[in-house]
Nanobody
């Protein structure tokens, strides 16, 4: 089992920045991919950014150039730096991790990000 705990959400004005962190615990030896998804009210959960075990990253088009995903050397904490936030970024953000042995996908409990003046 893998547990994911997120932190760093909150209320920010348009143009502001927030930093989300997600710490993994449990059977973390086999974690490969980690990332962030988000879900706005009435919408599906969508990929925001993902980082693979080798360090390659992928971003949603809507956040490219504004968000940066990173991972610590131990590969147990993933961080999402969000800059130039706009109201369309308002959503619940979920941390994601894929474990290879045994194979499984894990989710955090979600953290609310609200961009509003």
């Amino acid at each position: 089992q893998v547990q994911l705990v997120e932190s760093g959400g909150g209320l920010v004005q348009p143009g502001g920045s927030l930093r989300l962190s997600c710490a993994a615990s449990g059977r973390i030896v086999s974690i490969t991919t980690m990332g962030w998804f988000r879900q706005a009210p009435g919408k599906q959960r969508d990929l925001v950014a993902i980082i693979y075990s080798g360090g390659a990253t992928n971003y949603a088009n809507s956040v490219k150039g504004r968000f940066t995903i990173s991972r610590d050397a131990a590969k147990t904490t993933v961080t999402l730096q969000m800059n130039s936030l706009n109201p369309e970024d308002t959503a619940v953000y979920f941390c994601y991790a894929h474990n290879s042995v045994p194979s499984g996908d894990y989710w955090g409990q979600g953290t609310q990000v609200t961009v509003s003046s």
